[in-house]
């Protein structure tokens, strides 16, 4: 019984993930994420709205590629990259010259990691209800 919440979970977190990064569905998204979201990240305006126009402002052909999908009772985490992200590569490669580069999404405390201006890690810990 638990393993199937855990999969319900699961999928009900990379829909969202896919809905807000891939599909650009906005009014969508916010079905997956409260109005009281908050944003850790110090370079995204807070709350959702802050999330939403990041990925407004990003190219088009900006994509989010799951590759590791992990859940435990109501906690969710997912780890992929981002990829064709224009701009915000550069930006990563003259400011993180020979170090990783770190990116988080909604994670607590900022922790994240990534392997390079094209593979940013989106570690998502979300408690469901």
């Known amino acids: 019984m638990a393993n199937a919440a855990a ?3 699961k999928a009900f977190v990379l829909e969202a993930f896919d809905t807000l990064f891939n599909q650009r569905d906005y009014t969508a998204a916010q079905r997956f994420w409260s109005p009281d979201y908050i944003q850790h990240s ?3 305006e807070p709350g959702r709205d802050g999330l939403f126009n990041l990925i407004k402002n990003s190219p088009a052909e ?4 799951n590759a590791l999908t992990i859940a435990d ?3 969710v985490m997912l780890h992929g990259r981002f990829s064709n ?3 915000l ?5 003259r400011a993180h010259a020979g170090r990783p580069t770190r990116r988080t999404l909604g994670c607590p405390a900022g922790r994240g990691h990534g392997r390079g201006a094209q593979e940013w890690a989106a570690h998502v810990r979300r408690h469901l209800r």
């Open 85 to 87: 992200t224009g701009q």
């Open 42 to 44: 110090a370079h995204i």
């Open 7 to 9: 999969e319900r979970n």
């Open 73 to 75: 009772g109501d906690y």
């Open 89 to 93: 590569d550069r930006r990563r490669r």
């Open 62 to 65: 900006m994509r989010y590629q």
